[in-house]
């Protein structure tokens, strides 16, 4: 049944509850923009009670509802209908796969945006900022899309650490304190290398940031700050992981823009004249091959 058919046949709504209901309807754009602390502003409640109103529907919490008042009522996302496991079929043309791709892309950018916390990004990115080394963490594919990030803060400066393989990621985590921040990225939050990791980081009072799915998982019960991948892919069974991907990357170019704009001048001189000084060096090697 969907979100709106829910809202209109549920009846054993308290008054607090009827006028939240009244505010959703006339007002579904600005839902969708709304954290559940924005709804309780609006609607004279409190965000335990808006949470309390959505597991009330069957829902997780307000993200998961939100997500699913988005879909039908197709106020920001076209549609839900993609399946982000198997997202094109045997025998599709090379057309058809191609826009297939493109609207599980665009489901994925616009869920990713649905599940921003405001709130907590802006801890995430202070948390990040003001630590003296960042050490990531993940297993997989994960890890490999953290290199970008790596690469990013590394010009402009900042002490990151990227560990490619479990025992080096392992050790980090033995080394670690509270002066670094920890970055884990797990789409299910129970991968146990990744829960071994956080365990440790705990005892180090080192502070975690938890890029994962949406809902409760033991690596968000563990983690300082959770920030929501889009989580529509199935852990097996699928032929990529395209959605996920693209939301993980997104959220990392989030906190990397963020930590970017707290220096702002001073990061675009920097990274000029870095590049300034590697251009310099290929010419160099370049000529100097040449001869």
Do not use: W
Request: charged content about 20%.
């Amino acid at each position: 049944m969907s979100v709106i058919k829910k809202l209109k046949q549920y009846t054993n709504y308290s008054e607090t509850e009827k006028d939240i209901v009244k505010f959703i309807f006339k007002n579904p754009d600005v839902l969708l923009k709304s954290t559940a602390k924005d709804l309780a502003s609006l609607t004279q409640s409190s965000p335990s009670t808006i949470v309390r109103f959505c597991q009330k529907l069957g829902f997780l919490g307000y993200n998961d509802f939100k997500i699913q008042f988005a879909h039908d009522s197709q106020a920001t996302i076209p549609s839900f209908d993609s399946d982000a496991n198997y997202p094109f079929n045997h025998g599709d043309d090379l057309h058809t796969i191609i826009q297939k791709m493109s609207k599980l892309q665009l489901e994925a950018i616009n869920e990713t945006l649905l599940l921003v916390e405001l709130n907590e990004y802006k801890k995430a990115v202070q948390l990040l900022y003001d630590s003296e080394v960042i050490d990531i963490y993940g297993a997989g594919i994960n890890i490999h899309l953290a290199a970008d990030f790596n690469y990013k803060l590394r010009r402009i400066g900042r002490r990151i650490d990227l560990p490619l393989n479990s025992q080096d990621q392992l050790f980090n985590a033995a080394r670690s304190s509270f002066n670094h921040c920890a970055l884990i990225i797990s789409y299910s939050g129970e991968s146990e290398n990744v829960l071994k990791y956080a365990n440790i980081l705990k005892q180090s009072h080192t502070p975690i940031i938890s890029i994962t799915s949406l809902g409760t998982n033991t690596l968000s019960q563990l983690s300082d700050i959770t920030l929501h991948i889009a989580s529509k892919e199935t852990l097996s069974s699928k032929i990529g992981t395209f959605s996920s991907r693209l939301s993980i990357m997104m959220i990392l170019d989030f906190l990397y823009a963020g930590i970017f704009e707290k220096d702002y001048d001073k990061n675009k001189e920097y990274t000029k004249r870095i590049s300034k000084i590697v251009m310099a060096q290929n010419l160099n090697g370049s000529t100097l091959e040449n001869n």
